[in-house]
């Protein structure tokens, strides 16, 4: 029997195949299911001699269609009636009568590219059966229909009250410098919200309402709908209700139904939602594309014929895994041609001895990194472009670096995509008028040669697109870069995206890539894996034979699999005793799973089982396999420690999720031979630099690495063990690659303390953010976090200098106004980072983290009715939490328990502490290994370039702009924030706050950090440019800050201090609103984050609700989303139900609210929550007064409300700002403000 191992990929579908005799062949084709050629010479009206690659034999093409690609006779198409394999002559149905002889041409099949690779091997034309065959597919076809957004009609089904709830996502905008937010719609076309709910629990509070479910699926039938999914809320707990409306749809005939509670039993409505449309979204897509294979194949027929070839029809998993169609969901293989490719590395490196390796993929658009440790690394969220899809998978770290990766310069440095010139018009020496790309830069440093392509090239044209570059270069800045140094520099630039993919799957996440071995594959991964493993001191790449069909090869390696999993969410010591009973249970599930997909019982292996736990509060789950069920605890704790470098003292382990996995015994491979793999020189081994050119592949031998061939066709390099990957380069491509590896320090700082902490604030709604900065304490790179902290840090660590000297080892904590800090559950952590030898400062690290509780007269530390500062929390003067002796806990348990407001949460607020200092670890770490590389003079001079660039930025944008009026902004209470920025000189701005009002009595009082904050978010915005948001915006333009709301007196007495919580999250909004109108940039958006703060003497919740978005001259205001200085995530309403006394009864667009206008506002949303128990309930909003305004003629957009209902259905209106007393059962009703238009709307004749 044949045997087919296929990967469709979006451009080349890859197939390796096993013929009856065990001959092995290989073939590539179009994804598009055609094979190009060119037409040599028209013969005569109806014959042309055709020139193309495939060897087949006679008449194989008749049926197939004929196209002409070029030239004159352009869209001609025919059938072809008849093909002569020697000569080349096809004969067609229909005349063309025009001259074609030299134009491109292909032959296009009528069936699916799998079935065509089938043909080509096999010899069979369409008119001839194909053998019997033993197929095994990945494709990209439903990953691409979910990215080009053309799947199947789709209806979603969920709880009443979460119409919008994939519309608002997780009310974060996806770019947190943008104005004008571009939000994706929805894949659904019709929404219905079922009556009917469940309590956290799993118990029925309301019956669903069958016939309403009913009458909708009847209508959207009607309406053309095909595919229907189901999401409802807590049906992880109990599935009653989702398998009956399941039910009902089946009765009125509904053929595709994805049904959350199958496909994703786990917590979280929203990822649950999300992947279960996605799974309806594809469902008639897949099934249509899966039919046609398989018919192709002969299951088309019935009994047990059918089910044989269906056993022979095997699917791909995102997870490396084999289904039959039987067990196949869309969801499950969004990423199947990637883990092929995982699996396909993998074995190739066992192939050779190498038991840990690092796959690494390189195509067209992007790259695709995985660490593989004698097992595979799973993660079970996966992102497709803007979907959130909850299903095993592969670790697979994916970034926008690939051969059609666009090189071009910002007005300041080199950079490399992350926009692809993709197939059409593709890189340069394409010849259509494409961009410079990596392809380009490796054709013209002559890494690649021009006969590698497979279709015509003109390396002229790339020359010519950096001729182009170059001048661009030198008009900007006046100097005339070096084409050699401009390809090495984009080279640099494209290696460091990829390396610091590598980083993210290895060193962040403790292991060191050095000690893997680099398995390179893909179009392009041949190309660049010597400089690549050189960045990351990996000493060894392995280059597999088939490295351009690896994805194909992996197929073939790849078991059958089946996954089982439970989600306990108990204490790890409630449910010791059970683990051992839920393991076999799940075992047996598993393997009924695989006996059902015709594996036979001596087959079946069992994969040691996973287990997900966490500490109690936290988010994030660490992966613990196998062993015995009494050392989960302990090992769980050593990968804890080694991961985050401390323990939560007293923390209750919980046992989140259990896992097991069945799948089908994988047979050795025999072991690949190297007759020299030490020797230097002659025999094999091979010294670079030089090219080596494959059928399907190249891979470029880099200067200082030399290569040995192996018994099977494996390429296995190694580096010098005296090679220096140094290298000196323009400092224009210095500068984009220093960048680079600030923004992955911080971005690596924020993503630990994300796992790491406790609070619900940090964990759920990324309410947090990292910075570095320089030896004088200015801002040089934030991760993208919340805005309003990052400007502020800057602020925070000079100030905090100017009280006390910090020493190596020390780390301070803060959270005062007076030292640059926002409100006091804004907890900042700063470190100076020391050379090795502690002798030279090399700058500082620091984080702040929104703490859910921090004592105060109110839970949640937010207290509407401060009018101290003591009032508001405990208050953490300077001092060093940490120094060379250790961490000093007494001192902070001291603060937090003694205070005169203690706080109501100090475990949790050591947790977050200790995730705040692990994190500032990390980033003392990593800023001094960059150091040590590089030397503490480079990076010192990058950090200054790199705010150079953000004053380069700004001054251009400021050319030209006018002194703006005098603008002033209004609070609800009537206090002014007045702005006007003005020129001084040639080289200076003044932004004066004159003007606005003196100190509030009550907490509306902000600080200079946080109205430095808000003026270099809006000057950032001003020079939109892609850039880590740093001080060097403010090279250009002084604040002038006089005493008063936005700069209070603080005294040494906290109790003498004016409260400042509202400052921070209300008046900053108002300063960026003013600013904003004053620069004329957009319409207000709602100029709020509508704090809510609820909670008892046990504990205390927070969070911010989005809004809308003001609309700009060119786009409408976005809905339901967070706008300027905030951007944090909702907590997910099953979360929220689970870990508090409340139910969420509805989330939803404010309809209307948005100011009409040519371009109109977005809407707000509608909150809606009962609370269960008694609870104190407090707001901080604005704009329930004052409208958000609109520009140029458009309308304001809609104040906030919020309306308390009692228990008796008494029906009160609240203050924007206060504190009340709440019964159990009442409700919380919240509308929060839309935002203003832009422009006079059209009149309507």
Known sequence: ???????????????????????????????????????????????????????????????????????????????????????????????????????????????????????????????????????????????????????????????????????????????????????????????????????????????????????????????????FSIAFMHSYRNPEHELRALEILKEEGVRFVSVSCQLSPFVKLLPRAETTVVDGYLSPIMESYLNSVANSLGEDGAGSDRDEVSRRFRIMTSAGGLVSRGSYHPKDSLLSGPAGGVVGASRSGLKVGYHKTIAFDMGGTSTDVSRYDGEFDYRFEQRIGAARVYAPS??????????????????????????????????????????????????????????????????????????????????????????????????AIANETMAEAIRKISTAEGFDAADYALVAFGGAG????????????????????????????????????????????????????????????LEQNAIEKLLGDGVARREIEIVAPRYELRYRGQESILEISGGDTGSIESRFQTAYQNQFGFLPEAGVIELVAIRSVARSRIHDLESEHFAQQESSSGGATLEGPQVLQGPHSTVYIARDWNACTGSDGTLLMRKSKEADVRRERNEVVELELFTNRFLSIVGDMGALLERAAFSTNVKDRKDFSCAMLDAKGYLVANAPHIPVHLGALGVCVRKVLEAMALEDGDVVVTNHPAFGGSHLPDVTLIAPVYTETGDKLIGYVANRAHHAEIGGISPGSMPPNARSLAEEGVVISPFKLASSEGVDWPSMLRLLRDSHYPSRSVEENVADLSAQLASIRLGQKALRVLCEKEGVERVGHYMNLLKGRAETALRSALEGLGETETIEERLDNGAVVRARLSKQSSSKWLLDFTGTAAMQGDNYNATPAITTSAAIYVLRLLADVDLPLNEGFLEVVDIRIPEGMLNPRFESDPKQCPAVVAGNVEVSQLVVSCLIRALKLAACSQSTMNNLIFGTESFGYYETIAGGEGATDSRPGASGVHTHMTNTAMTDPEIMELRYPVRVEEFSIRSGSGGKGRQSGGDGVVKRIRFLEPVTLSLLTQRRNERPFGMEGGEPGACGIQLVVSPEGEQMELAGNGSWELEAGSILLMKTPGGGGWGERAQSI
């Open 394 to 491: 592969l670790r697979i770290e994916t970034v926008a670096a690939g051969g059609g990766s666009v090189c071009w310069f910002d007005g300041s440095a080199l950079r490399v995509g992350p926009h692809s010139a993709g197939a059409s018009p593709g890189p340069a020496c394409y010849g259509a008028g494409g961009p410079l790309a990596i392809t380009d830069v490796n054709l013209l440093l002559g890494r690649l040669r021009a006969e590698a392509f497979g279709i015509p090239v003109f390396p002229n044209a790339a020359e010519l697109k950096l001729e182009e570059l170059g001048d661009e270069i030198e008009k900007a800045t006046g100097k005339r870069m070096g084409k050699a140094a401009m390809l090495e520099g984009f080279l």
């Open 1 to 227: 029997m044949w045997k087919f191992c296929i990967d469709t990929g979006g451009t080349f579908t890859d197939c390796i195949a096993t013929d009856p005799k065990g001959q092995t062949l290989r073939a590539k084709v179009l994804s598009s299911s055609c094979v190009r050629g060119r037409v040599v010479r028209k013969v005569s009206d109806r014959e042309l001699e055709i020139e193309q690659s495939e060897r087949v034999p006679q008449d194989f093409f008749r049926g197939y269609e004929f196209r002409v690609l070029s030239g004159k006779g352009r869209g001609f198409s025919a059938q072809i009636l008849s093909w002569d394999a020697e000569s080349g002559l096809v004969e067609l149905d229909a005349e063309l009568a025009l001259e074609v002889s030299g134009d491109l041409c292909e032959i296009q099949s009528p069936e699916e590219p799998p079935i065509l690779a089938a043909r080509l091997l096999t010899g069979c034309r369409l008119d001839e059966a194909l053998p019997d065959i033993d197929l095994r597919l990945a494709t990209t076809r439903g990953t691409n229909a979910l990215l080009e957004r053309k799947g199947a009609r789709t209806a979603f089904l969920t709880t009443r009250g979460f119409r919008d709830l994939l519309g608002i996502g997780d009310q974060r905008r996806p770019r947190l410098f943008e104005l004008g937010i571009q939000k994706l719609d929805p894949l659904p076309e019709l929404v219905y919200e079922a009556t009917g709910r469940l309590d956290y629990k799993g118990n029925e509070i309301e019956a669903l309402d069958e016939e309403g479910v009913r009458k909708f699926t009847r209508s959207a039938l009607e309406k053309g709908v095909t595919a």
């Open 526 to 585: 041949g190309l660049h894996a010597c400089d690549v493993a050189s960045m990351l001191s990996m000493d060894t790449v392995i280059f597999p034979k088939d490295a351009g069909l690896l994805s194909a090869f992996g197929l073939g390696q790849a078991s059958v699999e089946q996954f089982a999993e439970k989600q306990p969410l108990e204490a790890l010591q409630n449910c010791q005793g059970q683990i051992e009973d839920w393991v076999r249970e």
